[in-house]
């Protein structure tokens, strides 16, 4: 008997198991199979040298997906694009490749990629390395990481030596990029393309401070003589062409893929008011049994509790998907709901991309609207159901401290032309009242008076963090956004992170 069908057949013994099991069968509210399916795909552009067809057939790919190949025409012709698609529909692929086809083909021009969160940066950085290791030299494209982490004397050998493309984050482009961008001059001189993946985890706060970035980028850019393209990708949202659009101040054309199903995926929904820490570690040892290592979704406040009980792959809800890849997967358990389902999908489709027979389990307990909506309706947790994603980069406490960044780094002109903004001629007038900015002299233009007001703010939260202190010697244990500060700091609580309790 092969591996493939033990594995298969315990699979199907974990399911079996976990319906008929007293204890853990009358728990299930909801039970559903994902059937695996086809959809057409395309042959590789014709256009393409011979060295990039070659590399794409020895990366596993003979065709591209309908949507892949849209993406890469629109791009070709020079449109900004949004690809839409689940994780495992191959967004990371057009990513590559569309600067394959034009930066390596060319030889010139520069690619800035932004990444929400560093371990995507590093995948896709990895991503890299193993394609140029298949090419000659000729075709390669030299990559560096610029973030926090990076030493000074590699900062300063990037600027003094160009790579192609330049992987960042939110952060270091606030911080290290915009702030500085007169070392950075001959990279927006010929900056070709501005990256944008995982647009779906730009919630909120952060999705906001997002939006003012790549204002501020293109500001530069274009004063530096350079009109990048934008290239975003994201999983499902129902309002991708409003999402991009508000992010980008640019027409952007929405490309949608189809979840690649390749194996059939099972999905139960768990309604239990007992303790979670316990109903978790019964369902891995059920998983145990069947010789199948579970992967454990939980919020931030369950991990450590998690941990402790000895349940080794945990995650937070936010995590994103490809930091968890550590290894091949066939189940994954969800402890509650993260604060948008489509994070909850991207995890599922991942799984059900694979090679392998997949298992969803929710588990959930009423507790919030989201999830008593889920218990009413489990349909939206059976199929893709698609979010709004609602960003606010008009509020003015935001777009005010924003404004003050630009102006440090490029005087404002009168009339100044800040994309999709609400109220910006009122907001520059605010910040000359308090002397936040001033006109030049000679360019009559507003222009910060102090050098670097870009530290001063958590691009993840509306309002400046919360430092927690020890009320004993005063040192400082961690930072919480605000809304957190409200919720749970009290006298007499007890804290538990990564670094203790």
Same mark, same amino acid.
Request: with cysteine; net charge neutral; charged share 15%.
């Given at each position: 008997?092969?591996?493939?069908?033990?594995?298969?057949?315990?699979?199907?013994?974990?399911?079996?198991?976990?319906?008929?099991?007293?204890?853990?069968?009358?728990?299930?509210?909801?039970? @559903?199979?994902?059937?695996?399916?086809?959809?057409?795909?395309?042959?590789? *552009?014709?256009?393409?040298?011979?060295?990039?067809?070659?590399?794409?057939?020895?990366?596993?790919?003979?065709?591209?997906?309908?949507?892949?190949?849209?993406?890469?025409?629109?791009?070709?012709?020079?449109?900004?694009? @949004?690809?839409?698609?689940?994780?495992?529909?191959?967004?990371?692929?057009?990513?590559?490749?569309?600067?394959?086809?034009?930066?390596?083909?060319?030889?010139?021009?520069?690619?800035?990629?932004?990444?929400?969160?560093?371990?995507?940066?590093?995948?896709?950085?990895?991503?890299?390395?193993?394609?140029?290791?298949?090419?000659?030299?000729?075709?390669?494209?030299?990559?560096?990481?610029?973030?926090?982490?990076?030493?000074?004397?590699?900062?300063?050998?990037?600027?003094?030596?160009?790579?192609?493309?330049?992987?960042?984050?939110?952060?270091?482009?606030?911080?290290? /990029?915009?702030?500085?961008?007169?070392?950075?001059?001959?990279?927006?001189?010929?900056? &070709?393309?501005?990256?944008?993946?995982?647009?779906?985890?730009?919630?909120?706060?952060?999705?906001?401070?997002?939006?003012?970035?790549?204002? =501020?980028?293109?500001?530069?850019?274009?004063?530096?003589?350079?009109?990048?393209?934008?290239?975003?990708?994201?999983?499902?949202?129902?309002?991708?062409?409003?999402?991009?659009?508000?992010?980008?101040?640019?027409?952007?054309?929405?490309?949608?893929?189809?979840?690649?199903?390749?194996?059939?995926?099972?999905?139960?929904?768990?309604?239990?008011?007992?303790?979670?820490?316990?109903?978790?570690?019964?369902?891995?040892?059920?998983?145990?049994?069947?010789? /199948?290592?579970?992967?454990?979704?939980?919020?931030?406040?369950?991990?450590?509790?998690? &941990?402790?009980?000895?349940?080794?792959?945990?995650?937070?809800?936010?995590?994103?998907?490809?930091?968890?890849?550590?290894?091949?997967?066939?189940?994954?358990? @969800?402890?509650?709901?993260?604060?948008?389902?489509?994070?909850?999908?991207?995890?599922?489709?991942?799984?059900?991309?694979?090679?392998?027979?997949?298992?969803?389990?929710?588990?959930?307990?009423?507790?919030?609207?989201?999830?008593?909506?889920?218990?009413?309706?489990?349909?939206?947790?059976?199929?893709?159901?698609?979010?709004?994603?609602?960003?606010?980069?008009?509020?003015?406490?935001?777009?005010?401290?924003?404004?003050? @960044?630009?102006?440090?780094?490029?005087?404002?002109?009168?009339?100044?032309?800040?994309?999709?903004?609400?109220?910006?001629?009122?907001?520059? =007038?605010?910040?000359?009242?308090?002397?936040?900015?001033?006109?030049?002299?000679?360019?009559?233009?507003?222009?910060?008076?102090?050098?670097?007001?870009?530290?001063?703010?958590?691009?993840?939260?509306?309002? *400046?963090?919360?430092?927690?202190?020890?009320?004993?010697?005063?040192?400082?244990?961690?930072?919480?956004?605000?809304?957190?500060?409200?919720?749970?700091?009290?006298?007499?609580?007890?804290?538990?992170?990564?670094?203790?309790?």
């Amino acid at each position: 008997m092969s591996v493939a069908s033990v594995i298969n057949q315990s699979s199907e013994a974990l399911l079996a198991k976990l319906t008929t099991d007293p204890s853990l069968g009358s728990l299930i509210r909801e039970q @559903c199979a994902l059937l695996p399916g086809t959809s057409p795909d395309q042959p590789l *552009p014709t256009f393409w040298p011979p060295w990039l067809i070659t590399l794409a057939s020895t990366q596993g790919i003979a065709r591209l997906t309908e949507a892949q190949r849209q993406a890469l025409d629109f791009l070709r012709q020079g449109r900004h694009v @949004c690809l839409m698609a689940p994780t495992g529909a191959g967004r990371g692929v057009v990513r590559l490749l569309t600067m394959y086809q034009s930066l390596a083909v060319e030889q010139r021009g520069y690619a800035l990629y932004i990444f929400p969160y560093k371990p995507r940066a590093l995948a896709q950085s990895s991503a890299f390395t193993i394609w140029n290791a298949a090419l000659a030299p000729e075709h390669c494209l030299s990559v560096a990481m610029y973030d926090g982490d990076t030493p000074s004397t590699e900062r300063r050998a990037i600027k003094q030596a160009l790579p192609r493309l330049v992987l960042t984050t939110p952060e270091m482009l606030h911080m290290g /990029i915009l702030a500085y961008h007169g070392g950075w001059r001959a990279f927006f001189q010929e900056l &070709r393309y501005v990256v944008l993946a995982d647009v779906q985890l730009a919630v909120g706060a952060f999705g906001a401070h997002l939006a003012h970035l790549l204002r =501020r980028l293109y500001r530069l850019a274009h004063h530096y003589g350079a009109q990048p393209q934008y290239l975003l990708t994201s999983a499902p949202l129902a309002n991708m062409v409003e999402v991009a659009h508000t992010l980008t101040a640019q027409v952007c054309t929405v490309v949608t893929g189809e979840t690649r199903v390749t194996q059939l995926q099972s999905r139960l929904l768990f309604e239990s008011q007992d303790d979670p820490v316990s109903l978790c570690r019964t369902l891995t040892a059920r998983h145990q049994e069947a010789g /199948i290592e579970p992967i454990v979704l939980a919020s931030s406040r369950l991990v450590p509790q998690l &941990r402790d009980a000895g349940i080794a792959q945990v995650f937070p809800h936010d995590m994103p998907v490809t930091a968890m890849r550590v290894s091949t997967y066939q189940s994954l358990i @969800c402890l509650g709901l993260p604060s948008a389902l489509a994070w909850l999908h991207d995890a599922l489709a991942w799984l059900a991309s694979g090679a392998l027979p997949s298992l969803g389990l929710l588990v959930l307990q009423g507790q919030t609207p989201l999830e008593r909506f889920v218990l009413c309706y489990p349909a939206v947790y059976e199929a893709l159901w698609l979010q709004h994603l609602v960003l606010s980069p008009s509020n003015p406490h935001l777009a005010r401290y924003h404004l003050h @960044c630009a102006a440090a780094e490029l005087g404002l002109a009168a009339g100044e032309r800040y994309g999709g903004i609400y109220g910006v001629g009122e907001l520059i =007038r605010q910040l000359a009242e308090t002397q936040a900015i001033t006109r030049h002299t000679t360019s009559g233009t507003w222009v910060a008076k102090e050098r670097g007001p870009h530290r001063r703010a958590s691009l993840r939260t509306y309002e *400046p963090a919360v430092t927690v202190v020890h009320a004993l010697d005063g040192r400082s244990l961690s930072r919480w956004a605000p809304d957190r500060a409200f919720r749970d700091g009290f006298e007499g609580a007890v804290y538990t992170d990564e670094h203790g309790t």
